[in-house]
Each structure stands twice: as C-alpha cells, then as structure tokens.
C-alpha cells in the first residue's frame, strides 16, 4: 500500500500532462503546480516569515545582551524546571501510554470505546480549562488535595503541579503512536515464540518490544516537545514563583509585559531552537519507525 | 505450554485439528494472551490512569461551575463580557478553520498524490507549528505587528491595529491551528495512492471533477475529523492568543482568555461557568471525532469483505 503510494506508476494510457518538461510528464494528476504553489506560498505567509522575524529580531541585540538574557538565574531555573518536569511527564505518559494502548488494543471490556474517545480529550479540552480545573482538584480542598494535604503532599501550586498539568496535555501521544502499530503487530510471531517455549513476559520483551520501540519513542518524544512549549495549563496550577515553579514560557511573558522585547526574543530564540531540534528528532524516530514496520520511506 | 505448541505445530503442518478443538483453541490463545489476574491488572491500573488524569478533570469542571446553583451558572453566562468573548472565539475559529482547510487539501494533495524534490522538508516544515510554543508564536506576531515592530511604524502612520486587536488574535489562531487538517489528510491519502483519480481521468473526468467525486468522498472522515479538531484547539488556544490580546474585557477577550481574568478575580463560579462551556465543546468533539471514526471503519471493513478483488489499501 505504501509502495502505491511512494510513486506515480507511469500509465500508459494517459496522454503526459500538457507540460512538455521531463518531471512534469510523470505526474498523470492534475493540480501540482497549484497545490504547491499554494502551500509553500500559505506555509512562508503564516510561519516561515514570521518566525524568521524573530531570528532578524536577534540579530539587533549585541551577544553580550543575549547571553545575558538567556542565562540569568531566574531563567536557567526556569529550564531547570521546564526541561525537568516535561521529562518526568513524558516519561509518566510513556508507561502509561503503553499501558492503557495496550489495554485498550488486546483487552475487551465495559466501556472500552468511551475510554478509547476520552484519551483524546486533552486535545480537546482548552489547556486553561484543563489547568484550573486541575488546580481546584488538588487544591487543599480540592476533591484529590484534600485526601494528600493531611498526609503532607501538596501538589497544587508547586513544581509537582507542573508535572501533573503536563502528564494531562501529554496523555494522548503515547497512545496515540503505540495504538495502531500494536493493531497491526502480527499474532503469528507472538504463536510461535509461544512455541518455542517462550514465557508471556520474555514475548513481550523480545518480540513486541523491539517492535513497538519506534513508535513508543516517537509518542515520548512528541509528549516532551508539548509539554515544554506548554502555557496554558501550568501556569494556574505552578503558583508561578521565581525561581521555583515559574517555567520558560511564562518567563517570556513576564519579559513581554515589561516590554523587555530583546530578552523576550533571547529567551524564544532558544525555546525555537529546541524545538527544532525535537521536531528533527522525532522526525528520525518516525522514519525509523516505517523501515521497522517493514514500509519503504 | 506443551499442549499450545502441538496444537501450533499441527496447524502449520495443516494436520487436522485435535478432537477437543475448545480446549486447545484456549490453550492457543493462553499462550498468547496473558494469565486471567495480569489481565485484570493491567485493565484496573489503566482505568485508574484514565479516571484520575482525565474522568476527575473533566467532572470537577461541571461540579465547580454548578457549585452555587443553576441561577449562578446561567448568570455567569450571561453576561455581556462572556458574550462578547463567546462572539469573538467564533470570529477567530470561523476564519482559521476555513483558512487551513483549503491549505490542508492543498497540502495533502501535493504531498501524498506527488514525489518531488524537497517532500520530506516541506512536510517537516508543515509540522512546524506544532512544536513551537504557543507563547513563542503569540512573541512572533507581536515582533512584526507590534508598536516596535517591523510594520509597527507604518500600521500606526495608517490606524491599523493588529496586535492587541481581533487580527491579532485571529492570526495567531491561524498559526496554531495551522498543521491539523493537513496532518490528518497528508497519511490518509498517501495510503490510498492515486489508482482511483488516474481512472477517473482515464475515464474523462476533469481535475476538480476527479477531487470532487473521488478524492473527496474517499477522505471525507479524515476531513471531518482534521476540522472538528482543528475548531476544537482555534477555540481554545490560550497562550498565543494571550500573547497578542492585551486582555481588553469586552473587546479582545476570547472565551479561555475570560475564563483566566474571572479566575484571576477569584469569582470561581463564573470561570467554571465559562470553563464549562468549552468542556461541552470538547466533548462534542470527542462525540463527533469517534462517530467519524467509526464509520471510516465501517466502510472500510465493508471495502475489505467486497469480493473479489480487494483492494490494496
């Protein structure tokens, strides 16, 4: 299906496109020219000019004021706090991801197509609804904080908050990834390592792991680039302290109201960068995944 | 284990099945499925997952907005500043949704149904928007359109407000919302190749015709799903917007942005209120998304089991 899909197999029948150029001749559609045209004139409009504002923007600061502005203490704390959290959240969803994909792939029961549905809802659900109604959960007279708050864990309000609002926006990618492949994984590998005597938890480890590992990665990796670039969630439940529990994009804000428009654009500069750096890698995890299951790129 | 693998054995061998067929088809998939108690397990720890980080979340939405009554919830909603950032929230999704589902098709169209040099860069740079951070591309608005901008001087000389303005906001709704429908689209029609329109050309249907009555029907499910997604995150994106609003009550005050100042003023009722609103609204999107993909699996297994070629796809 994917080979299909690779090339324009050459139909003899159809008369070449009326463009006498060589390349032009193999495209049997019509509409190239117009689509292309469109989507790189829309794609440079509304994202590549405006972000490449931003690196113009750079360039009026001098060296010193950048570093300055990216490696103060309340920033690096910041990062700190960003790149942290956003880890141990995606590395929450990653177990959990697997799991209730898992779950939801091999197990049959009640209410089985609900929870398939609700595991998209963080995609749904605003992430400023998503972050107050947290908070009002683990607050200390929230229906979850008021059971943790006797015990002494306080969640709402501190880094551990941060990490909970994350967990939530970061739910549906490791599932999301793991979830068809696991469909298609196929039964007979599974049969006969059965066969070969294999136990349940070395089939898992040996065959569906190694199968599923791209996959597992690539959901991992797209739940880390969210929740780093992530806003409207955290910042009602973090408390937002200096230093403490205040995460990089509020830092911009914070610089943008103070109308610190260089520190500001420093601190994007390299929030841009990171993400461009994930977008790569999770780019090289998503082609390793098409050769693992056996498709050509 | 051993009774699994002579009952494996015999069916590769193409002997024919052991008498107590039920007993050994259990054993089959005993030695492929997990013991009953993991399997109970596992379901219970996944449900907790879900009932805790999604199930709790999405009541304590609709419990704090009805804390003091139906009276209070209706009068949150029916303030003028919640209607007004009710208007503009459709304002902004009624220009991003269309706006990128013509980019959408046109971008799928380009990327799935042709090879050309630079495909892999142009898809990469399509996904761009999706790992930016929301308040990183409220900053970029603000840096072109912004008072010290680069058109700063010129749309001021002119009266022409952009940032902390509906344009602005709308904007930055557009670039958030960018990738949805192009994502969804883009796999969908790689997997069904091009065999069906270069027939229908064949057949003498023209360009848009061969769309319209091909392709068009063939990705409607993806379609529709890509929009009510993309309509979901236009609606509620918060940090870009943020960004670009400059939070005037009445005026560039979208629904989350209002849901953020009622928070912030500790009218807690209120904010829920608001807040409740979008939760109907993601959970129609949820409603409609799993409705649309339960139909694409229905045709699809309908095109499975039509005899007698089936088809590659």
């Known amino acids: 299906m994917t080979a299909m899909s690779s090339a324009v197999p050459p139909l003899a029948v159809v008369p070449a496109s009326p463009v006498g150029k060589k390349r032009a001749a193999r495209r049997v559609l019509p509409g190239f020219g117009l689509t292309l045209g469109y989507t790189v004139l829309y794609l440079s409009l509304i994202v590549l000019i405006p972000i490449s504002a931003l690196f113009f923007k750079t360039f009026t600061i001098t060296w010193e004021q950048f570093w300055l502005a990216i490696s103060s203490p309340r920033v690096l704390a910041s990062y700190r706090l960003t790149f942290g959290a956003s880890l141990i959240a995606a590395l929450v969803n990653l177990v959990f991801g697997l799991l209730v994909a898992w779950v939801l792939v091999r197990y049959k029961f009640p209410g089985k197509k609900i929870v398939d549905a609700l595991v998209d809802l963080p995609f749904a659900l605003p992430t ?21 708050e006797p015990m002494g864990i306080k969640l709402a309000f501190t880094p551990a908050g941060v990490v909970i609002a994350l967990i939530f926006i970061g739910i549906p990618f490791v599932v999301r990834t793991v979830q068809p492949v696991l469909e298609d994984f ?13 136990t349940r938890l070395q089939i898992f480890i040996h065959v569906i792991l190694p199968h599923i590992a791209p ?29 403490v529990s205040e995460i990089t994009p509020l830092i911009i804000v914070g610089k943008l109201e103070q109308y610190d428009y260089a520190g500001a654009t420093a601190v ?16 090289g995890l998503q082609a390793w995944q098409r050769r693992n299951s056996g498709a050509p790129t | 284990m051993k009774q699994a693998h002579t009952l494996v054995a015999s069916r590769a061998s193409g002997d024919t099945l052991p008498l107590d067929v039920k007993e050994g088809a259990e054993l089959a998939r005993a030695a492929v499925t997990e013991a009953r108690w993991v399997r109970y397990a596992l379901i219970t720890v996944a449900l907790l997952f879900i009932l805790l980080f999604l199930v709790l979340p999405l009541a304590a939405v609709f419990t704090e907005a009805l804390r ?7 009068d949150a909603l029916k303030e003028p500043d919640a209607w007004s950032a009710i208007r503009l929230t459709l304002i902004a999704a009624a220009i991003a949704v269309p706006l990128n589902l013509v980019f959408g098709v046109a971008a799928a169209w380009a990327i799935a149904k042709y090879e050309f040099r630079g495909k892999a860069v142009l898809t990469t740079l399509v996904d761009l928007p999706f790992s930016v951070s929301p308040v990183v591309a409220g900053l970029i608005y603000v840096l072109i359109f912004g008072a010290q901008g680069w058109f700063g001087p010129w749309l001021m000389a002119h009266d022409i407000k952009i940032i902390f303005a509906v344009p602005g906001i709308v904007l930055a709704t557009v670039f958030i919302t960018f990738p949805f429908i192009a994502r969804e689209l ?3 029609m790689q997997a069904q190749g091009n065999d069906e329109e270069q027939a229908a050309l064949v057949l003498g249907a023209t360009g848009w015709q061969t769309f319209w009555y091909v392709t068009l029907p063939n990705i409607k499910w993806g379609l529709i799903y890509g929009v009510i997604l993309c309509n979901a995150r236009a609606m509620g994106e918060f940090g870009a917007v943020s960004v670009v609003s400059g939070h005037i009550r009445g005026q560039t005050n979208t629904l989350p942005l209002h849901v953020e100042i009622l928070y912030n003023e500790y009218q807690s009722v209120a904010a829920f209120a608001v807040a409740s609103l979008l939760a109907i609204l993601a959970l129609v999107t949820l409603v409609i998304k799993s409705v649309a993909e339960w139909r694409h699996e229905a045709e699809m297994k309908a095109i499975a089991a039509l005899p007698p070629e089936r088809p590659t796809a």
């Open chain 1, 128 to 148: 400023a609804v998503a972050g107050i109604s947290l908070t009002a959960l683990l607050a200390g007279n929230g229906w979850v904080g008021q059971y943790l």
């Open chain 1, 186 to 198: 196929e039964k007979e590998l599974e049969e006969a390592a059965a066969s070969l005597g294999a």
């Open chain 1, 215 to 243: 996959a597992l990665l690539t959901g991992f990796a797209m739940a880390f680039a969210r929740a780093i670039g992530e806003y409207g969630s955290v910042i009602f439940i973090a408390g937002n302290m200096p230093m």
């Open chain 1, 268 to 283: 994007a500069v390299v929030m841009l960068l990171v993400s461009f750096v994930l977008l790569l890698v999770i780019n």
């Open chain 2, 68 to 74: 003091k009554g139906l009276g209070a919830y209706f």
């Open chain 2, 186 to 188: 883009i796999p969908l």
